[in-house]
């Protein structure tokens, strides 16, 4: 079996292969699976494996399973879109503009809030926390795994940092949301407009406990990082016509 990254368990790569050919159109809702003994024998392994890969496909909402009828692929609404492997897998190909700009509306909402309550309450160490993420960003740039995974960082310690126990639940799906847009703008574009200025801009806010500033601050780099994925998404779509 192909796909997957190294050392993950075989039903982990397979679910992935499966779903991100779901996620991108590639099965489109209503598609019924081939059968257990079909997909053991096409992907080479057992079907304990396809089975475990098949239940991490339900739990996502991608697939539903009935007696007689098969495996069929759910419709879109079904989804857990902000699940945070999912959301990878949408990046994987070319996420439709209109996913991409619910995406950024849920990120408008959520994140301007959220830096204006973490310039109010944030602790010393989750200020130290962001200032290492920054640091590590600006070392290993944005289009490195190393830099993503800074970048995501930063904005989850932003979320903590509110003490608001349902805004840290959501950090998952937002760091999710936050990496994978960045990892495809540096796909599509290998020198975007570079954000390290305005993160450094909402680091100074929090610090300086200014939840004005900070919001402001978000708003400005939540829009830029929408120009660019949006760009990014027009520029595949120009490409594959």
Do not use: C
């Not at 994140?111 to 602790?123: C, D, M, N």
């Amino acid at each position: 079996m192909t796909g997957g990254k190294r050392g993950q368990p075989a039903h982990v790569a397979l679910a992935q292969q499966l779903g991100t050919r779901i996620v991108t159109g590639g099965s489109e809702p209503g598609t019924t699976l081939p059968g257990e003994i079909e997909l053991a024998e096409h992907f080479a392994v057992s079907r304990s494996v396809i089975r475990e890969a098949l239940r991490m496909l339900s739990a996502k909402g991608l697939i539903e399973s009935r007696p007689k009828a098969g495996t069929k692929v759910r419709e879109r609404h079904h989804w857990n879109l902000l699940d945070p492997e999912l959301l990878g897998w949408m990046f994987e190909g070319a996420p439709p503009m209109a996913f991409v700009r619910s995406l950024f509306e849920l990120r408008m909402i959520v994140e301007p809030a959220a830096a204006e309550l973490a310039a109010t309450k944030r602790s010393a160490r989750q200020l130290a926390r962001m200032g290492h993420a920054l640091e590590e960003m600006a070392a290993h740039g944005l289009s490195s795994e190393a830099g993503r995974t800074a970048d995501q960082v930063f904005h989850t310690v932003i979320l903590e940092a509110t003490g608001n126990e349902l805004l840290v639940s959501l950090s998952a799906s937002i760091a999710a949301a936050v990496r994978w847009t960045t990892y495809f703008k540096y796909r599509e574009n290998k020198q975007p407009r570079d954000p390290m200025p305005q993160h450094q801009v909402l680091f100074e806010a929090i610090a300086a406990s200014d939840p004005d500033a900070a919001r402001e601050a978000t708003i400005t780099l939540v829009a830029q990082a929408q120009r660019d994925t949006e760009a990014a998404v027009e520029n595949q779509a120009a490409a594959s016509a």
